[in-house]
């Protein structure tokens, strides 16, 4: 059975930052790909950024336009963990975040939310003006 377990969120002002976690237990997830999605109040789940090994061996990231430039994915293979870094934060960051895993191998469809076979119980990130 696999476990994904985000944490790090919390309570911050605009401009702060915070460092989401996120790890998977249960197999390991080399080729896979790991991403994180977040849903604001009222709104449906969007994508945020994912990272993915290629079958060369090399990782590909990629980012919602609007979090490009201040947000930045990692992920630790050995550890089964992926991050998430999130600088100058704003409020309409505010949201809860989740991560996810797309099991298919070296997948392309990162930011398509029905890709990913597991997901993780969600933290939340508030973002006060």
């Known amino acids: 059975q696999v476990h994904l377990v985000e944490s790090g969120g919390g309570l911050v002002q605009a401009g702060d930052s915070l460092r989401l976690s996120c790890a998977a237990s249960g197999r390991t997830f080399v080729s896979a790909a790991m991403g994180w999605f977040r849903q604001a109040p009222g709104k449906e789940r969007e994508f945020v950024a994912a990272?993915?090994?290629?079958?060369?061996?090399?990782?590909?990231?990629d980012y919602a336009d609007s979090v490009k430039g201040r947000f930045t994915i990692s992920r630790d293979n050995a550890e089964n963990t992926v991050y998430l870094q999130m600088n100058s934060l704003k409020p309409e960051d505010t949201a809860v975040y989740y991560c996810a895993i797309d099991t298919t191998p070296y997948t392309t469809g990162l930011r398509t939310l029905r890709n990913y076979d597991y997901w993780g119980q969600g933290t939340q990130v508030t973002v006060s003006s």
């Open positions: 990272v993915v090994r290629s079958r060369g061996g090399t990782y590909f990231v």
